[in-house]
């Protein structure tokens, strides 16, 4: 009888080697993915986003391990809705590595995020998806996400960018 893969979901200690290695392995693998541009993390990236990150307060990170190896990864930003005068998390990047997807643990990493949010009194948790990603859209709709929109007679927002650099 073959054992079940072991699955461990943990928020991540940068300063531990094993957990910037799997961050930079798995945001290379996103980025080099057609839904994250295709063109891999740049030499700068690769060597700073560890620091960079560590030095926000409000970043959370969520890794997902099969069998001890990086399967999954969950970056989270906290920021804030003027609106309601609290606390949000968003969830800025998300991938879950090809061979390890269909596995449950994007729902996974998910409830990870939701649950930090909750212990920082946030009152929702965001993101963005490609228009076009319908795996993921359905991922995200299966654990309680939908379009944002404040007044349907207004529509649903649109998440626009302005690169101020290149």
């Not at 979901?9 to 799997?22: C, F, M, T, V």
């Not at 970043?59 to 997902?64: D, F, K, N, Q």
Request: aromatic share 6%; proline share 5%.
């Amino acid at each position: 009888m073959i054992d079940p893969p072991s699955i461990e979901i943990i928020e991540a200690d940068l300063s531990i080697p094993k957990h910037a290695r799997a961050v930079i392995s798995l945001m290379d693998e996103y980025a080099r993915d057609p839904m994250g541009g295709g063109n891999g993390l740049s030499d700068y990236a690769k060597n700073n986003l560890i620091s960079e990150l560590a030095k926000r307060q409000t970043a959370r990170v969520i890794l997902a391990f099969v069998d001890n190896l990086p399967a999954g990864l969950a970056i989270c930003l906290e920021g804030f809705s003027t609106f309601a005068c609290q606390p949000l998390l968003n969830i800025h990047d998300a991938i879950v590595s090809l061979p390890y997807r269909g596995r449950g643990l994007s729902k996974l990493m998910l409830q990870a995020a939701e649950k930090i949010a909750i212990d920082l009194g946030c009152c929702k948790l965001t993101l963005e998806v490609l228009e076009h990603n319908q795996l993921a859209q359905t991922a995200y709709r299966s654990v309680g996400f939908n379009g944002y929109e404040l007044n349907p007679e207004m529509g649903k927002a649109l998440f626009w960018e302005k690169k101020l650099i290149n």
